[in-house]
Structure formats: C-alpha cells, structure tokens
C-alpha cells in the first residue's frame, strides 16, 4: 500500500505562484510514476500532470509552460510548481501514484488540497 499527502493548496491572486507538495509513504519502490490531478466543482477530474520513476514528464496543454512538475527522492516527495495562475486553475488537486505490475497494478489518491486563484 502507498500513502500519499498533499499540501500547499490556499488562496492566491491570479498572476501569482503555489507550490503543491505529495509526499508518499509506505511500499514506494514499486511507484511507476505520481501525477497530479484537479477537478473543479461539476467537472471531471482531469490529469494536470505526471512524472515517472525514470524522471519523465507530461503536462496538460492547459498549463504547459506555467506549471513544472519535480520530486526530491531523499524526501519521498513529488512537487507541481505553479506559475503565472489564473482562475481558471481554481481546482481541488489530488496526487496519484501509479503502483505496481500486472494483475496488481493500481492507483493511490491523497485527499486533495484546494487551490483557489481570485481574478
């Protein structure tokens, strides 16, 4: 099993910066990659964006260029670095980790961290 907690979610202006945390603890070894995921109110929650084991990463088209996704190993932690926010980004963020192989593959969520970005 895999942990995950978020944190760094809060309200900020729109043009301004947030940086999201996913720390994860538990059987981390067989992590394939995290993503970072957000749904808005009535809407489907949509992959923002994903980084595997071997450092690979993709984003959204919505935030390309705005929005870096990193991790520290040392600290079992997988960072989105937000930019350039608009309110359009006003979301709750879940991490995912993508875990395991085979028959025994599957997805882990934290509990979400609200970001909310005022015009």
């Known amino acids: 099993q895999v942990q995950l907690v978020e944190s760094g979610g809060g309200l900020v202006q729109a043009g301004g910066s947030l940086k999201l945390s996913c720390t994860a603890s538990?059987?981390?070894?067989?992590?394939?990659?995290i993503g970072w995921y957000r749904q808005a109110p009535g809407k489907q929650r949509v992959l923002v964006a994903v980084i595997t084991s071997d450092n690979h990463t993709d984003y959204a088209d919505s935030v390309k260029g705005r929005f870096t996704i990193s991790r520290d190993n040392a600290k079992n932690t997988v960072y989105l670095h937000m930019n350039s926010l608009k309110p359009e980004d006003t979301s709750v963020y879940y991490c995912?980790?993508?875990?395991?192989?085979?028959?025994?593959?599957?997805?882990?969520w934290g509990q979400g961290t609200q970001v909310t970005v005022s015009s």
């Open positions: 995912n980790a993508d875990h395991g192989y085979g028959s025994s593959r599957r997805g882990y």
């Open positions: 538990g059987s981390i070894g067989d992590i394939n990659a």
